[in-house]
């Protein structure tokens, strides 16, 4: 299951305790005072303690449909493809519906010679993880950092939205060739 359809049921289940139990506290008042309770609105100024009690439930039932309506935000983009990315020492492997493909350092060492291709608009389920040691898939001009951990699968769902080619490197010391581990993801138009 998408942990951000998880996180939307968590959420829609709290929003919907909440508004229980305010509606429970507002009826038991009104309860209260229909029946001859001890509650009067001639003893003190009633009316200020009930604007605080109102005003800031409101307030809190605004601020839970504005976060359930920005978590609803970016479940359009779910994901179509799988491409599954393995960190091993010193280059990376990828593999989608099209095969799989080692993707090499270059001899200047800051290109590879397979760059991951993704097509602009598309959603991808981008599934990390590592071979023998611990590596990090990092590429900070498209905000995408995922820790590859061997035995760990490692999710990220990613919708590219620019095009051109972006330069990544692994972030985390794996070794002596730690240095000459690039990432190259190439995004291109639908056409290409």
């Not at 001009?141 to 051109?164: E, V, Y």
Request: charge should be negative; proline fraction near 4%; glycine fraction near 6%.
């Amino acid at each position: 299951m998408n942990l951000s359809l998880l996180y939307y049921d968590i959420v829609c289940y709290i929003f919907a305790v909440c508004v229980f139990i305010v509606c429970f506290v507002y009826l038991m008042l009104f309860w209260n005072l229909k029946s001859g309770g001890s509650s009067s609105f001639e003893s003190e100024n009633q009316f200020i303690e009930l604007l605080w009690t109102i005003l800031p439930t409101f307030i809190v039932l605004v601020l839970c449909a504005l976060n359930v309506n920005f978590i609803t935000s970016n479940l359009d983009c779910l994901s179509s493809q799988t491409i599954k990315i393995v960190g091993h020492q010193w280059y990376w492997s990828y593999e989608d519906s099209n095969g799989s493909y080692d993707s090499y350092p270059t001899e200047d060492n800051f290109i590879v010679d397979k760059p991951l291709r993704l097509v602009y608009g598309v959603p991808y389920r981008l599934v990390v993880t590592s071979a023998d040691v611990i590596h990090s898939f990092h590429v900070p001009s498209l905000n995408i950092k995922m820790d590859a951990i061997p035995g760990r699968l490692n999710n990220l769902f990613f919708c590219p939205q620019m095009h051109g080619s972006f330069i990544g490197y692994c972030a985390e010391l794996c070794g002596v060739n730690h240095s000459v581990m690039p990432i190259v993801i190439e995004v291109v138009g639908l056409d290409v």
